[in-house]
């Protein structure tokens, strides 16, 4: 088994501002960490706007549905309305 060498530490500069020095390693799990993080979070983000735009979409959908059943019943109802007054109107 061998052993990390922890000898080359380097200080990171960030917009002209230098941090702790740590070992290359260090710095590297750090990269790492942060990218795993990063996805995850874009991930999970992406994952609950997708089940809002479905909520959204449902809800949407179940009331367009709703519309259209009523409108489904309300037709029947007006054409046999409008029947009863054109044969009451032919009667007299």
Do not use: C
């Amino acid at each position: 088994m061998s052993l990390q060498n922890w000898l080359p530490a380097l200080p990171l500069v960030f917009l002209g501002v230098k941090t702790q020095p740590l070992p290359l390693a260090i710095w590297i799990l750090l990269s790492l960490s942060a990218g795993i993080f990063t996805s995850w979070l874009i991930s999970t983000l992406n994952q609950f706007s997708s089940y809002l735009i479905s909520k959204k979409s449902s809800t949407y959908n179940h009331a367009s549905h709703e519309k259209k059943v009523q409108m489904f019943h309300l037709k029947p109802r007006l054409e046999v309305e409008l029947s009863k007054k054109q044969t009451h109107q032919t009667d007299l």
